[in-house]
């Protein structure tokens, strides 16, 4: 039985760690940069943009569309435990000593258990579960070797327990299903969803509408982040952050990234840099005391 934070972070340790390194659920910053220091207006605003390439990319791609249908039993796995650990902490109980897959997926289906140890809000937790339990033949089928995987698409086929065709799950949905996992998982072991996970946990929803039937939530794509270079400024023997018409900067110029991410240069520092997600500051100016930094800002 999962009763608190530290049985399911035992419990899920392996499974999480998979699927954090083959299909991370926020991609890491990829070299495209938008420099705002020296008061730089939109026509003097410096651009980086790298890319990459390697011979071992296709190959490792094609290991991961291969291992996808294993990826999604240990991705069902971890959303199995949250939500007995959700039921749990909700006060429900089972039927006998131990919470049944079939009970679980009842509750799910009625949207129970004790959200606020995710932090989302409703809509999400809502998603979440009946993706879940739409997904319980799904998941027998692959436990019993009864599935199967098209060569070509890689989408996982099966039928019910009265054989009954089951809606396929794509290579893409599949992956999808881990992200949500994995993002659902690495929240409840730190206490709480923050911001940016929570949109990417929506925007992996979005693509498993199909089997939760919910309504999108629209969020923007999965895409890397942005750094925007920036600088202190120093007023009357103080420093200030100004974040006044960045952030119409920074989407004017890349409207298609989701989130963006803040290094700072500090007057009188050398090499260390302050770092934030963009969406967690405040708007507009604000005083910056460098002996106790705000919650949302960190030296890097």
Known sequence: MINSQADFEDATVFE????????????????????????????GTR????????????????????????????AWKLLDLLLEFALN???????????????????????????????CVPAVWDAMCRVYGATVEHRHCLIHRTAAVDDVTGSLQGVDRNGQQLRALSRDEQVAFAKVASLAARGVIVGGIDQRSEDHLKYQLDQLVNHSGCATFGVGGSSAPVEIELELLEEDGSHYLDLTDVMTKARRTFPTVA???????VPGESGRKLVANAENCPAGKTKIDLSSLPAWLEYR
Request: charge should be negative.
């Open 259 to 265: 989130h963006f991410d803040l290094v700072i240069d």
């Open 16 to 43: 999480l760690y998979v699927l954090e390194k083959l299909h991370p659920a926020i991609e890491k910053h990829q070299g495209a940069s938008l420099d705002l220091r020296g008061g730089s207006t939109i026509a």
């Open 89 to 119: 902490k909700a006060g429900l109980t089972p039927n006998r000593r131990d919470w049944t897959i079939a009970e679980k997926q009842q509750h799910a289906l009625n949207g129970a258990g004790d959200c606020t140890l995710l932090g």
């Open 47 to 74: 651009i980086s943009i790298s890319a990459t390439a390697s011979m071992s990319g296709a190959a490792e791609s094609r290991l991961k569309d291969q291992v996808a249908p294993l990826l999604f039993g240990s």
